[in-house]
């Protein structure tokens, strides 16, 4: 069972959704089976701090609906999918273009439709490196996801 977008259809989507399209974020892939995306992050004067680094707003905008989407993508329109809670460690100011990419497993999509079999709530964490462009690390986000059945879809 798919869900509504075509993966080609959703990156152009988010390319131009004002949080992302303002700020210089772009989604740079997305795979066809929602299991696999690239956010970058351009280096400009307006999405620079006062230190000339990269904004660590924008560094967090860039991995907020990316993992909910994806999950979305690949469980289908019988799940209930949102971002549940975000924290975000910065390791060293990201002074060029930034990347983030994202995997979703086989392993923990069949982990997520096990936990959630009968209705149940799951709150599955993903940890996103955000590297520059000398593939260094500059922040670490770890998000966690709420995932749960539809009410019709749920086990009795």
Request: a positive charge; proline letters at 6%.
């Amino acid at each position: 069972m798919r869900w509504a977008f075509k993966p080609a259809v959703m990156r152009h989507l988010l390319n131009f959704w004002p949080p992302f399209f303002f700020t210089g974020i772009k989604v740079a892939v997305l795979s066809d089976d929602y299991r696999y995306c690239k956010v970058e992050l351009k280096s400009r004067p307006w999405t620079q701090n006062i230190n000339r680094s990269q904004f660590g707003g924008s560094m967090f905008a860039m991995t907020d609906p990316i993992y909910p989407l994806m999950l979305m993508g690949a469980l289908g329109k019988e799940y209930i999918v949102w971002d549940k809670q975000a924290d975000i460690d910065f390791i060293k100011p990201g002074l060029s273009k930034l990347t983030a990419e994202f995997w979703l497993s086989d392993d923990k999509v069949n982990e997520i439709k096990a936990h959630t079999e009968q209705g149940e709530k799951y709150f599955p964490q993903f940890l996103v490196h955000i590297k520059d462009a000398d593939n260094t690390i500059v922040c670490e986000v770890n998000r966690t996801v709420y995932v749960r059945k539809k009410p019709k879809y749920r086990g009795q």
